[in-house]
């Protein structure tokens, strides 16, 4: 038992003899002695408990400092107390942890032989350090550094143990820079749409009894009508700004970006308040925004769902927040609407669309590839040729793949898709090799997907054997984001394989992924395909034009061509020719066209491009 007074000072047995003398000795000379070594004794231990209480207090305030978490467990790991850190970085309060086992905490990322060796190193030599996984309150899993101290009695028994962790989350993000890019939405610094599909299902995972998930899908209204009338900078800056308003309001909670207009909240609460909630967060998303000195007022549109009730699976209930946005914004826009097992079976044209496009695959008479030539910018010479995907919907018309490709990788067709595409091109290829076109090489886009789903080499393999072709005919334009995509495995070896096979490999929209040039260069790539965004506002925005001339400076010293897209003018093209691109592509060549009407413009032969 800890006693405050410690029994092993003098003063203390003297005055512990002196006390029954101040009562029993009758000369009252030595009772007045007696009592003052008494009263000495009395004192010794108050200073004593002075001093302890000060050293506690200083004990005390000084975790309560610590940015580091500390735990203090009892020989069974049960926890004894934990300081404001532990709190902070992992959700639970004081209350909630003591005499709580500390391993409970525990993410389930390490195997049994993990903690064998944990618990065995930390018996033998009395400590351990190193990278352990644990889980949050709300379920998300974090690395952190932990070190552990062994706390032994007189007989060298285990008493207590000391735990000093940091959360390294955010240092472990940024060694992994890359691979992290790959779940962050770069305008906002916001977890993307992939990973706002891991944080759902961790936090769904992580629901205790009596606790529930509310979900918010926004979309701003007319975001289109402020960067036309404001410009993308500040369609840009909107977008950032109300990235922050959103996370600031709803800190704890999960905020993200899905792209384009687009956000959403996850929020765990215990609360059954979902349409209050809602209701407030609307009027705080929609007090307005001051850019560029103007006050902007949104429209924002609003579907909203609530786990477990309306689902427990991430995917659906994603989809049935879609169902619940596109609901809202047929009924007028700037309203919010929760979902309604009804929406599902409602006519939504999306699910109807993802219906279709299986139809079509099925069929094969919907679907066509167009071609887009490619130019050097001087002299027009054709240089290559751009498979484009283009879907004939039988009532709908046309519709754009931009449109439908990302549909097709949401609900898993796209590997199907992509196989259809690599067909189709390989077959036009080996035609056109037949019948006197140029001698190019047809590009085809490639999905994320379609690396990690289907076996893109073997795909390949078997279309070039079918159609006699050799690999340098094809070439492969892959996105940053799909370079970048840890789904895909290690895309370097991979790539390397391939291009060591004779195929091409272009980086498509470059530019926009925001891979490093440190990255790049340890990619095995003959080719960046410039992003047309880059090109729209040549020559006249200074910006623009100097990260133009600044990448092909790069490419040129580390050896890559560089295509610059969208080129529409006859200034885009003479700037380009100014700065030494060698290849284009855009509407000022060429549309994307038909393979026949291709063959009228191309056959045979012809060396000069005429320009439409
Ligand atoms: P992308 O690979 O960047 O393709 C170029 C897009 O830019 C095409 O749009 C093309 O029509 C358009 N374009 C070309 N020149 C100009 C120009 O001068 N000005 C403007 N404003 N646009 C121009 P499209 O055909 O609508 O394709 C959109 C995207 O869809 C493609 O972008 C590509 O990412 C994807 N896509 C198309 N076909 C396939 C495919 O077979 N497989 C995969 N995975 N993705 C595809
Ligand atoms: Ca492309
Ligand atoms: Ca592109």
């Avoid at 200083?58 to 004894?80: K, P, T, W």
């Avoid at 990322?109 to 889980?135: C, I, V």
């Avoid at 028994?157 to 940024?174: E, G, M, P």
């Avoid at 030494?580 to 012809?606: I, K, N, S």
Wanted: glycine share 8%; aromatic share 8%.
């Amino acid at each position: 038992m800890w006693l405050p007074v410690s029994l092993n000072r003098p003063l203390m047995w003297i005055a512990l003899v002196a006390l029954p003398a101040c009562v029993w000795i009758p000369d009252a000379a030595l009772r007045i002695v007696a009592a003052c070594l008494v009263a000495l004794g009395l004192w010794d231990a108050w200073s004593q408990v002075r001093q302890q209480r000060l050293r506690l207090r200083l004990a005390q305030d000084a975790m309560g400092l610590a940015s580091d978490a500390m735990v203090i467990s009892d020989a069974e790991n049960r926890v004894i107390a934990v300081n404001p850190a532990f709190t902070d970085i992992t959700g639970y309060e004081s209350q909630e942890m003591i005499g709580r086992k500390l391993e409970t905490l525990a993410a389930p990322r390490h195997d049994k032989a993990f903690y064998q060796a944990f618990w065995s190193t930390l018996k033998a030599t009395g400590r351990w350090e190193g990278e352990m996984w644990n889980r949050r309150k709300h379920g998300d899993e974090y690395p952190e550094w932990l070190k552990v101290r062994a706390i032994t009695d007189k007989r060298g028994n285990v008493t207590h143990f000391i735990n000093l962790f940091t959360d390294i989350s955010a240092q472990k993000a940024r060694e992994h820079d890359l691979r992290r890019i790959g779940y962050e939405d770069p305008l906002t610094g916001l977890p993307n749409r992939r990973r706002l599909h891991e944080l759902m299902s961790s936090r769904l995972r992580g629901l205790r009894a009596g606790e529930s998930l509310d979900m918010v899908l926004i979309d701003i209204d007319g975001l289109k009508s402020i960067n036309d009338s404001l410009g993308v900078d500040q369609g840009d800056r909107l977008l950032a700004r109300f990235g922050q308003r959103l996370a600031s309001y709803m800190a704890g909670s999960v905020v993200g970006r899905l792209g384009g207009d687009e956000f959403m909240v996850i929020r765990t609460t215990t609360f059954d308040d979902h349409d209050k909630w809602v209701a407030n967060l609307r009027d705080h998303m929609c007090r307005p925004f001051e850019i560029n000195e103007q006050s902007l007022r949104l429209g924002l549109t609003f579907g909203t769902c609530r786990a477990p009730e309306d689902g427990r699976d991430s995917a659906v209930l994603f989809q049935r927040l879609e169902s619940a946005l596109y609901s809202a914004k047929r009924l007028g826009r700037n309203n919010s609407q929760r979902f309604r097992p009804a929406l599902d079976k409602q006519d939504n044209p999306q699910l109807a669309l993802v219906s279709d496009l299986r139809a079509a695959l099925v069929s094969g008479d919907q679907l066509e590839l167009h071609y887009q030539t490619q130019h050097h910018p001087g002299s027009g010479a054709l240089i290559g040729m751009e498979a484009l995907l283009r879907w004939r919907h039988p009532k709908d018309g046309m519709i754009s793949p931009g449109e439908f490709i990302p549909l097709a990788e949401r609900h898993g067709l796209m590997a199907e898709l992509g196989s259809w595409v690599i067909e189709k091109a390989c077959a036009q290829q080996a035609h056109w090799q037949h019948s006197g076109m140029p001698k190019i090489t047809v590009w085809i886009n490639i999905s994320a997907l379609q690396l990690f789903q289907g076996d893109l080499e073997t795909q390949l393999a078997t279309c070039l054997e079918r159609y006699r072709l050799q690999p340098a005919q094809i070439g492969l334009e892959l996105t940053e984001s799909v370079l970048l995509d840890e789904r895909a495995g290690d895309m370097g070896p991979r790539l390397q394989t391939l291009r060591g096979l004779g195929y091409a490999i272009a980086i498509d929209d470059f530019g926009t992924g925001y891979s490093s040039l440190g990255y790049l260069k340890r990619l095995p790539v003959d080719k960046i395909k410039l992003d047309r965004a880059f090109i729209r506002e040549l020559p006249n925005d200074q910006a623009d034009a100097a990260i133009v001339t600044a990448v092909l400076a790069m490419a040129e010293g580390m050896g890559l061509e560089v295509v610059a897209e969208g080129v529409e003018t006859k200034e885009q093209c003479e700037f380009l020719v100014d700065a030494g691109c060698t290849q284009v592509q855009g509407f000022y060549f060429a549309r994307p066209l038909p393979a026949d009407e291709l063959e009228q413009r191309w056959a045979p032969l012809p060396l000069a491009v005429g320009v439409n």
